[in-house]
């Protein structure tokens, strides 16, 4: 299995960096990100690679590690150190899933093409970073969320500047990506949250969970939650960790909370 045959580099060609239309790709990725803090490439994995993705994924679910939590917007979980600060004082429910990298098998599609330069090379090209290297965390590096029935991430800032993410299954309904792009540190910030936390969805954007789309996104700007899935079938999302620093690990608390385990 060659990793460039799961992708539909006829319509998003990542490995062509000589041609004309190549670098016209590239720009408007670069672009896109730069002017939203979000580059979604809707079909980007092949049909059949999708479906390859999605069996390997679901044959790896039972490994998931479930937390459940309450916290703000800024992913802290001691609210009452937030009581009279507005927004940031609000709770925010999560219950996700997630299955550790260690857990993919070493000719995994996923493992292959979380592994495959071309990828990489395209990721830092969209960023404009001098450098970007894979994660060494053996947990997290390339991980999968599982959203069961229940399942959902309340609205958040990210830790991370960068996320990188495949939509490989849907679920019967909810799951849905909702954000307000660029509003961490802007003059109306608490306005804006106060608003979205109340449920006013006027500012709230939304991207719908399309089969086969590569996210490129900054979550550290940009407000977003994953809406509450339910039915049997779970929302299975990849999680693919990049960093301009080599040798990023998570810490031991991080891998306990995800993992259950530091290693
Ligand atoms: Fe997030």
Not at 9 to 37: C, E
Request: net charge negative; aromatic share 10%; hydrophobic share 40%.
């Amino acid at each position: 299995m060659n990793p460039a045959d799961l992708i539909d580099l006829d319509r998003y060609p990542i490995t062509d960096d000589v041609s004309a239309d190549g670098q016209a790709f590239r720009m408007h990725s670069r672009l896109k990100f730069q002017h939203t803090g979000l580059l979604a490439l809707n079909g980007f994995l092949h049909e059949a690679a999708i479906a390859e993705l999605a069996a390997e994924a679901r044959a790896l679910e039972h490994h998931a590690h479930f937390v459940e939590s309450t916290h703000n917007v800024y992913l802290a979980t001691q609210l009452e150190d937030f009581a009279g600060e507005g927004p940031a004082a609000k709770g925010e429910h999560t219950f996700v899933g997630s299955v550790a990298y260690d857990r993919l098998p070493h000719g995994s599609r996923l493992r292959r093409l979380y592994q495959w330069d071309p990828l990489i090379a395209f990721i830092q090209s969209v960023l404009g970073t001098a450098e970007l290297h894979r994660f060494a965390d053996p947990l997290g590096a390339c991980s999968i969320n599982v959203y069961r029935d229940g399942g959902r991430h309340g609205w958040h800032f990210d830790e991370s500047e960068l996320s990188v993410t495949l939509m490989l299954q849907a679920p019967e309904s909810g799951g849905d990506f909702e954000y307000v792009a660029g509003i961490r540190h802007r003059h109306d910030e608490e306005a804006v949250l106060t608003r979205v936390l109340d449920g006013d969805c006027r500012e709230t954007q939304h991207l719908p969970f399309t089969e086969g789309t590569l996210l490129i996104f900054n979550g550290q700007q940009t407000l977003h939650r994953v809406t509450r899935v339910a039915g049997p079938r779970a929302r299975l999302v990849p999680v693919l960790c990049f960093s301009e620093r080599p040798d990023m690990f998570n810490s031991d608390e991080v891998r306990r909370y995800f993992w259950g385990r530091a290693g």
